[in-house]
Nanobody
Framework: QVQLVESGGGLVQAGGSLRLSCAASKRTNAMAWFRQAPGKEREFVAAISWSGYNTIYADSVKGRFTISRDNAKNTVYLQMNSLKPEDTAVYSC?????????????????WGRGTQVTVSS
């Protein structure tokens, strides 16, 4: 079992930045961030391979968000820049047994509880 705990969410104005962190209870392979806004389905944001060298992004965040990891700390980060009101959602991190990330939420085995990100206009 792997426990995942997110932090770093909050309220920010449009155009601002936030960095989310996801701390795992032990070393993980591929990890990802998903988000879910009220009344909407869960949406893939970004994924990173076990090594950190391979990343995948949703088109809606490409060029604004950056996923990274520090395996010495068992932590994955999501740097979010140029935030927009439509980025408002609960952001959750996920881990899977495979070495490489996937945009499909059904491919992930472990989930955190999420952290709220609110972007005001």
């Amino acid at each position: 079992q792997v426990q995942l705990v997110e932090s770093g969410g909050g309220l920010v104005q449009a155009g601002g930045s936030l960095r989310l962190s996801c701390a795992a209870s032990k070393r993980t392979n591929a990890m990802a961030w998903f988000r879910q806004a009220p009344g909407k389905e869960r949406e893939f944001v970004a994924a990173i391979s076990w090594s950190g060298y391979n990343t995948i992004y949703a088109d809606s965040v490409k060029g604004r968000f950056t996923i990274s990891r520090d395996n010495a700390k068992n932590t994955v980060y999501l740097q979010m820049n140029s935030l927009k009101p439509e980025d408002t959602a609960v952001y959750s991190c996920a881990a899977r047994q495979s070495l490489y990330g996937s945009p499909a939420y059904s491919d992930y085995d472990y989930w955190g509880r999420g952290t709220q990100v609110t972007v005001s206009s």
